[in-house]
């Protein structure tokens, strides 16, 4: 089993900047693919952005430009910089991560709330 513990998320005015963080644990199988997923009110969850372990990545057009995801393999840690924040911004966002052998994990999310 593979936990993952998010951190970062909070309050921040429109045009601001957070960083999430997302580390995973308890496993010796080998983690590939990490990513970030949105969740808001009344809405599915979408993806945000993936990095393989070779450092392949993957964003949702409506952040592109303005989100970085990037990881730490040596302590299969992954983050992702937010900046230019919008409104449309705000969601409970999900760490996911995918071992070698295709099982997926997903964290306990963490809110994001963009407002003035």
């Known amino acids: 089993q593979v936990q993952l513990v998010e951190s970062g998320g909070g309050l921040v005015q429109p045009g601001g900047s957070l960083r999430l963080s997302c580390a995973a644990s308890g496993s010796k199988i080998s983690i590939n693919r990490m990513g970030w997923y949105r969740q808001a009110p009344g809405k599915q969850r979408d993806l945000v952005a993936t990095?393989?372990?070779?450092?392949?990545?993957n964003y949702a057009d409506s952040v592109k430009g303005r989100f970085t995801i990037s990881r730490d393999n040596a302590k299969n840690t992954v983050y992702l910089q937010m900046n230019s924040l919008e409104p449309e911004d705000t969601a409970v966002f999900y760490c996911?991560?995918?071992?070698?052998?295709?099982?997926?994990?997903w964290g306990q999310g963490t809110q994001v709330t963009v407002s003035s």
């Open positions: 996911n991560a995918n071992d070698i052998l295709f099982r997926s994990y």
């Open positions: 990095i393989t372990c070779g450092g392949s990545t």
